[in-house]
């Protein structure tokens, strides 16, 4: 729309370029007359003395000469550089329009070169703004993408708990952190008691159905702080920081309980299914150990629940 361009005119422009050609050349053509005009009255009247010196007349006279030079070679590039950037304001002009009657008529005040130009200035700021939105657009959806793979790559798409390589990890940094400030670190191995008779008996979609109970069972019945992952098939571990082996068996108590009061639905009307756990805890309370050996620790006191019986938490 030609009220959103920019209100740059003709004879705005073509003032202006007049002004400075004309103090271009009206200064230096000024002294060049006068010093004409000294040099005929000497000429005239030998009398006369000369009011310029000769320093005024060896350096000024070639001043004066050069500036008029230095216009009207500016004024000739200037003039060159206007009719080139219409040139191209035109081509571009055309080929945002493909040709159509909003090409400005050469003769109509938009027609004029200055105001093409302005078009053509307008059009790229348009463009380039369309550009950084563009931009802007593509880095945010990046952005989600990058969060969706990092969700994939640390979060176990079963259960939505941690995975096995990312709970590992934050192991060896809670267990460097609590060597650094000598604070205890627990954690626990859960097992689903006979998950294999239970995916047997109802089916491997109610087999995942009862994991991802387990999994929320687990996460709504361990502290804030708890850092729960599924380690592997029915099996999950849970980092208890600031936990001393005592506060980890007190966790993992709440969390066996839990899961044996739960009813796990079996998608078969009123029929529920029951389900126990067995759960080893070890513990970091100052002594040298290793995220290998904690873990090593919980799994043998896991299967040591196991052959007790099943259902139980043993923490030694």
């Keep these: 729309m030609a009220t959103d361009r920019l209100s740059i005119t003709k004879s705005t422009l073509s003032h ?8 271009m050349f009206i200064l230096p053509g000024g002294f060049l007359l006068y010093v004409i005009l000294d040099l005929r009255n000497a ?3 030998p009398d006369a003395t000369l009011s310029l010196t000769g320093i005024s007349l060896h350096i000024g006279v070639p001043a004066a000469i050069l500036m008029s030079c230095a216009a009207f070679a500016l004024m000739y590039r200037s003039t060159r550089k206007i009719h080139s950037i219409t040139e191209e304001a035109g081509s571009f002009y055309k080929e945002i329009h493909h040709g159509t009657s909003a090409m400005p008529r050469e003769g109509d005040e938009e027609g004029d070169e200055v105001q093409r130009i302005s078009h053509y ?3 790229m700021i348009g463009e380039l703004r369309r550009k950084i939105n563009d931009v802007d657009q593509y880095a945010q959806d990046l952005d989600q993408a990058n969060r969706k793979l990092m969700e994939v ?6 259960t939505q708990l941690y995975n096995h390589k990312h709970i590992r990890h934050l192991l060896v940094t809670e267990l460097r952190r609590a060597e650094r400030f000598s604070h205890p670190l627990a954690i626990m191995m859960i097992d689903i008691d006979d998950f294999k008779k239970f995916n047997d008996s109802h089916g491997h979609l109610v087999g995942d159905r ?3 109970d387990v999994s929320r069972t687990i996460r709504n019945n361990v ?6 992952a599924r380690y592997g098939g029915e099996e999950f571990l849970v980092i208890l920081p600031e936990a001393t082996i005592d506060g980890g068996v007190l966790v993992a108590e709440r969390v066996r309980q839990a899961i044996e009061e ?8 009123i029929r529920k299914a029951r389900i126990t756990a067995s759960i080893g805890v070890a513990a970091y309370e100052g002594a040298p150990v290793t995220d290998s050996d904690l873990i090593s620790q919980a799994d043998t006191r896991l299967y040591d629940a196991k052959r ?4 139980k938490v043993i923490s030694s």
């Design 16 to 23: 202006k370029l007049m002004v400075l050609y004309a103090l």
């Design 43 to 45: 000429v005239l009247n």
């Design 121 to 123: 200035v307008t059009d």
């Design 153 to 158: 790559a640390v979060v176990d798409g079963m």
């Design 210 to 212: 009862a994991l991802r």
């Design 223 to 228: 502290r804030t702080v708890d850092v729960p």
């Design 262 to 269: 739960h009813a796990f639905d079996t998608g078969r009307g």
């Design 308 to 311: 007790d019986g099943k259902n």
